[in-house]
């Protein structure tokens, strides 16, 4: 079969580069979410106070029993 012009080879250019193939960054799992305000719990005796803005729960004394506050 005459076939005027053979133009160009068959495709089949050259090796696609396969970019390197990273996996993404992985999310950090961030522990507990601690937004501002919420409340201190007792861990003794399980009284709620009001959180205070910039002062740590357990820089408060539960009013309760005395005890020091951890994050509710
Ligand atoms: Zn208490």
Do not use: F, W
């Not at 993404?24 to 937004?35: A, I, N």
Request: with cysteine; net charge positive; proline share 10%.
């Amino acid at each position: 079969m005459p076939r005027g012009d053979g133009t160009g080879p068959l495709g089949q250019g050259p090796g696609t580069g396969r970019g390197l193939g990273r996996g993404g960054g992985r999310g950090r799992m961030g522990g507990q979410s601690l937004g501002p305000g919420g409340e201190c719990i007792c861990p003794n005796c399980g009284a709620k106070v009001g959180h205070k803005l910039g002062v740590p729960c357990y820089e408060m004394n539960c009013p309760k029993c005395g005890t020091k506050m951890v994050r509710g």
